[in-house]
């Protein structure tokens, strides 16, 4: 992925906290010269947190077993993983200055690494299990899986688990942080209460914060 150096990441937790806290990711291989892509959470395994890299690291993952993409994998199992958040549009009426153009705020993770397929039946529930332990746990009442595990069993069989060992992470979170800190704010504001509402973009505004001395003469809008 290109990246710009005036949109980092703040650090490699930021990196990491993002891809747990978006976790549905687009999983990429090549197959015949041909890019082969499927949408699918991928999750951190029990007892891992986000720390200060992920290269070195394993993701789980699945997929169903109607899905031809998980026979490819030991083909060719260097794979690209896609995290992001929503996408803002930015439109010059909230800068207050002019001339100026219009941007998309955002923020992306990509990671690369080499995927395994599962084979054990226990290994497949245990991914399927986590996955809805992870994104439960968002919940303030998270429901509890238990009583429905017979069910989990009786739906393996059409779903395939993998691991993800990444051995790069690259990102870029383009957050208005060029803009000065009224603009910055302003920005931000549209996207909580504006009528083009994306807080989750807003609240990793909140977090990145502004560049040191940004200038609006220096905001390019630079294509993703």
Do not use: C
Request: charged content about 20%; cysteine-free; overall charge negative.
């Amino acid at each position: 992925m290109h990246t710009y150096p005036s949109y980092p990441a703040p650090s490699g937790r930021a990196i990491a906290e993002f891809v747990w806290n978006n976790p549905f990711a687009v999983v990429v291989t090549s197959t015949d010269g041909a890019p082969l892509a499927t949408h699918t959470p991928i999750v951190f395994p029990p007892g891992a947190v986000p720390g200060e890299t992920l290269v070195g690291t394993r993701l789980w993952g699945h997929i169903g077993r109607a899905n031809e993409h998980w026979r490819r994998f030991a083909e060719r199992p260097e794979v690209l993983l896609v995290f992001a958040s929503s996408h803002a549009y930015v439109s010059p009426s909230t800068y207050g200055f002019t001339p100026a153009v219009p941007t998309l705020d955002y923020a992306t993770v990509h990671l690369t690494g080499r995927v395994t397929v599962l084979e054990e039946p226990a290994e497949n529930l245990a991914v399927v299990e986590r996955t809805v332990g992870q994104l439960e746990g968002r919940r303030a009442e998270p429901w509890d899986p238990a009583e429905s595990k017979h069910v989990f069993e009786r739906i393996l069989s059409g779903v395939v688990s993998f691991t993800i060992d990444i051995d790069s992470e690259s990102a870029m979170f383009k957050l208005s942080q060029d803009m000065p800190a009224d603009v910055h704010a302003r920005v931000r504001g549209d996207l909580l209460r504006g009528d083009h509402r994306h807080p989750d973009v807003a609240e990793l505004m909140r977090e990145v914060g502004v560049a040191d001395a940004a200038d609006p003469a220096d905001a390019a809008d630079p294509a993703p």
